[in-house]
């Protein structure tokens, strides 16, 4: 089952290069703690500054054939806004996979394969997720802490545990469904398809929201969006 390992590491520079570095001698479901990481990386090698009192992990998983990357981010990313409502948080995911409560993010997911003579062999899982950790000054105004939103500390092992054994049940719940958990992740969607938005200032209707580009249109034309850094700031929707 996943986590029934799980190393914690006081310092290291990526929980996902760990597993990298690691898998082989690892067992599938193996999970990775990092009180802090030194070189945490975030989607298009952006750094992800990971200080104490965050909750910063990897799943290494070594299913029979790899399916589907999108797959697993999607179900870290429900499974982290399903727990959250526990907390009574009522969090969203900003396509493709960002978590974000209030406009702000709180979550991050970098899912990532590893090959050999180009077979893929195993899956990384990478979560980051704010909890008590204090968010740079410059950060303040697009990141937030579940401290900050609770006013309290979250305790950390607690969260992981809650994580892990959700994580578990919804994999075993959509893995033979996957489109199942598709439909359920766009509910979740910040913005989502048939929803107005601006962009390069002309207003669109959300067509398609796939894994990885979105569709927009209007009387005229027709675009394909590749990254979330094309629309930033213009979709007029947020819920
Ligand atoms: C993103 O939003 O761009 C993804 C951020 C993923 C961060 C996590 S923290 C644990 C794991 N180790 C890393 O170096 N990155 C992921």
């Given at each position: 089952?996943?986590?029934?390992k799980i190393?914690?590491?006081?310092?290291?520079?990526s929980?996902?290069e760990y597993?990298?570095?690691?898998?082989?001698?690892?067992?599938?479901?193996?999970?990775?703690?990092a009180?802090?990481?030194?070189?945490?990386?975030?989607r298009?090698?952006?750094k992800?500054?990971?200080?104490?009192?965050?909750l910063?992990?990897?799943?290494?998983?070594?299913?029979?054939?790899?399916f589907?990357?999108?797959?697993?981010?999607?179900?870290?990313?429900?499974?982290?806004?399903?727990?959250?409502?526990?907390y009574k948080?009522?969090?969203?995911?900003?396509?493709?996979?960002?978590?974000?409560?209030n406009?702000k993010k709180?979550?991050g997911?970098?899912?990532?394969v590893?090959?050999?003579?180009?077979?893929?062999?195993?899956?990384?899982?990478?979560?980051?997720?704010?909890?008590?950790?204090?968010?740079p000054?410059?950060?303040?105004?697009?990141?937030?802490?579940?401290?900050?939103?609770?006013?309290?500390?979250?305790?950390?092992?607690?969260?992981?545990?809650?994580?892990?054994?959700?994580f578990?049940?919804?994999?075993?719940?959509?893995r033979?469904?996957?489109?199942?958990?598709t439909?359920q992740?766009?509910?979740?969607?910040?913005f989502?398809?048939?929803?107005?938005?601006?962009?390069?200032?002309?207003?669109y209707t959300?067509?398609?929201?796939?894994?990885d580009?979105?569709?927009?249109s209007?009387?005229?034309e027709?675009?394909?969006?590749?990254?979330?850094?094309?629309?930033?700031?213009?979709?007029?929707?947020?819920?």
């Open positions: 089952m996943i986590g029934d190393l914690i590491f006081e310092k290291i520079d929980t996902n597993l990298k570095k690691h898998y082989k001698e690892l067992n599938n479901g193996t999970v990775i703690v009180i802090e990481q030194t070189a945490g990386k975030g298009y090698g952006r992800w500054i990971s200080s104490k009192g965050g910063w992990f990897s799943i290494l998983l070594k299913p029979k054939n790899i589907s990357t999108y797959f697993f981010t999607k179900l870290a990313s429900f499974t982290l806004v399903k727990i959250l409502k526990r948080v009522y969090a969203r995911i900003k396509w493709p996979n960002d978590i974000f409560v406009g709180l979550a997911i970098l899912t990532e590893v090959y050999e003579k180009s077979k893929p062999v195993a899956l990384i899982i990478g979560i980051g997720i704010n909890l008590n950790n204090q968010i000054d410059e950060l303040k105004s697009i990141a937030i802490s579940l401290k900050d939103i609770l006013n309290k500390n979250v305790q950390i092992s607690g969260f992981l545990k809650l994580f892990l054994k959700r578990n049940t919804y994999y075993l719940k959509y033979k469904a996957p489109y199942a958990l439909r992740w766009k509910k979740l969607l910040t989502k398809e048939g929803d107005l938005i601006k962009f390069k200032n002309a207003n959300i067509e398609k929201i796939e894994n580009y979105i569709i927009i209007n009387e005229i027709k675009k394909k969006i590749f990254s979330i850094s094309e629309l930033e700031g213009d979709v007029k929707s947020e819920n």
